[in-house]
DNA sequence: AAATAATCGAAACATTATAACATTTCTTTC
DNA sequence: GAAAGAAATGTTATAATGTTTCGATTATTT
């Protein structure tokens, strides 16, 4: 995978959303996954925040667009988009934000702006296979590995000199 | 710090807590911390667990011992051990551990073990500097790092061929 | 002792997540 | 294309986690 971005804050987001929804298809059309109206609505939603978003919060845009929906409706989603390796859940913020390249497994690691809220993915193999090295040498086998680094990011750092 | 250490399963973990309750007392009143009952109480409950406590189990528990508890109480314990290093939050288990070295500030890496729920410190600087260069690279500027690998301890290996 | 700050009590409320079970829709098989 | 089975969705209720607010009490300082 390639270096981790958070885009300009005025980037054109609609080509991100396009081009995740576009993936997403054609992903689980390689992995017969149902990719139903309702699931993609989640992820236009979640991809439609520049910032993770909650359960909640998402349920409230689920009925804005006219779904008569309940929190099951929202978490069933949620699950799906993760079993598929559409979403991520950032666990520091009990959110969910759109993976950046679904089409690969990858390592995930994230950058969490505190400032605006938005989330980069660093995805280095490399400290993936560190902490995993490191845990081994504890006797312990790996199975999942949640990094989440707080702070703030380049643009905010120039906006706002934290 | 040392090495990481899952302990055996049966060593003596009264041992554990009076260390822990001993060294929190010094910890607090070098730092002029208002280690009050309460808040020792909440430790040392958190600690005479083997694993992390959600902050609901802490509630039932203070009630068990007769004090007329509230949620507020306990966050408020919470609030104060985090504050002071005592304590650990683990985010992917929404559970509180006791910091197994408070007395010197540490990177914290944790390993947790899906069979026995026990959770251990990493505790390594080196993947902590990894971490936050790989976030300066991408200009961003880290605060806090959480770093939480689920996986199974070295005797849930033996024990269960997992 | 009075003033100030820190801690605690209590009630209400807010947020996040799941359980249980009925119904509908899609897919497969005949 | 009809029946059977599997997957997805609807619905209601409830569990689990976390916060706000405000008043009372206790500790510390002056």
């Known amino acids: 995978m390639s270096k981790p971005a958070?885009?300009?804050?005025?980037?054109?987001?609609?080509?991100?959303?396009?081009?995740?929804?576009?993936?997403?298809?054609?992903?689980?059309?390689?992995?017969h996954s149902r990719l139903t109206p309702q699931r993609e609505q989640v992820l236009r939603l979640i991809w439609q925040e520049h910032r993770p978003i909650g359960a909640y919060e998402l349920l409230d845009k689920l009925r804005e667009?006219?779904?008569?929906?309940?929190?099951?409706?929202?978490y069933r989603a949620l699950e799906f988009?993760?079993?598929?390796?559409l979403i991520h859940r950032i666990?520091?913020?009990?959110a969910y934000t759109g993976c950046s390249h679904p089409s690969e497994p990858h390592a995930?690691?994230?950058?969490?702006?505190q400032q605006c809220q938005r989330v980069a993915e660093l995805g280095s193999e490399q400290i993936a296979e560190q902490l995993s090295e490191q845990a081994r040498?504890?006797?312990?086998?790996?199975?999942h590995q949640?990094?989440?680094i707080r702070g703030t990011c380049a643009?905010?750092?120039?906006?706002?000199h934290v």
């Open 137 to 143: 040498r504890a006797g312990f086998a790996s199975a």
């Open 91 to 94: 666990e520091s913020l009990n």
């Open 155 to 160: 643009e905010c750092l120039r906006h706002f």
């Open 108 to 113: 995930s690691q994230f950058l969490v702006c």
């Open 65 to 74: 667009e006219g779904l008569k929906a309940a929190p099951p409706t929202v």
């Open 81 to 85: 988009l993760q079993e598929n390796g």
């Open 146 to 148: 949640t990094v989440e």
């Open 6 to 31: 958070f885009l300009p804050h005025d980037h054109n987001h609609q080509r991100c959303i396009d081009a995740a929804l576009a993936e997403a298809r054609a992903i689980c059309q390689r992995k």
